[in-house]
Nanobody
Framework: QVQLVESGGGLVQAGGSLRLSCASSGRTFSNYPMAWFRQTPGKEREFVALISWSSSITDYADSVKGRFTISRDNAKNTVYLQMNSLKPEDTAIYYC???????????????????WGQGTQVTVSS
C-alpha cells in the first residue's frame, strides 16, 4: 500500500510561482513513475505531468508545458511540481499519483495510477 501526502498549495497572484511536494511511503518509490493531476469542481481529473523512475523522461499537458516542471528525489521519496507563471485557470486541487507498475507509459489516463494523495488546493487570483 502506497501512501502519498501532498503539500505546498496556497493562494498566489497571477504570474507567481508555487512548488508542490508529494511525499511517498509504503513502497519502493524509486521503481515507479509518478504523476501530477488536477481537478476543479464539476470537471474530470486532468493530467498535468509525468516523470519516469529515473527522471530521464517527462511529459506535460500542453496547457502547462514551458511553465511547470516535474522532478523527483528518490533519496527523499518525494516528487515535486514547480509551477511558474501561474494563471487563474491553473486554480484546482492538485493530486500526486503513483503508477501501478514500473513501466513508463506516456499516458494521461488516471486509471493507470493506483495510489493517490489527498490533494492540495492551488488558487491563482487575477
Amino acid at each position: 500500500q502506497v501512501q502519498l501526502v501532498e503539500s505546498g498549495g496556497g493562494l498566489v497572484q497571477a504570474g507567481g510561482s508555487l512548488r508542490l511536494s508529494c511525499a511517498s511511503s509504503g513502497r519502493t518509490f524509486s521503481n515507479y513513475p509518478m504523476a501530477w493531476f488536477r481537478q476543479t469542481p464539476g470537471k474530470e481529473r486532468e493530467f498535468v505531468a509525468l516523470i519516469s523512475w529515473s527522471s530521464s523522461i517527462t511529459d506535460y499537458a500542453d496547457s502547462v508545458k514551458g511553465r511547470f516542471t516535474i522532478s523527483r528525489d528518490n533519496a527523499k521519496n518525494t516528487v515535486y511540481l514547480q509551477m511558474n507563471s501561474l494563471k487563474p485557470e491553473d486554480t484546482a486541487i492538485y493530486y500526486c499519483a503513483a503508477e501501478r507498475t514500473s513501466t513508463y507509459v506516456r499516458t494521461s489516463d488516471p486509471a493507470r495510477f493506483g495510489s493517490w494523495g489527498q490533494g492540495t488546493q492551488v488558487t491563482v487570483s487575477s
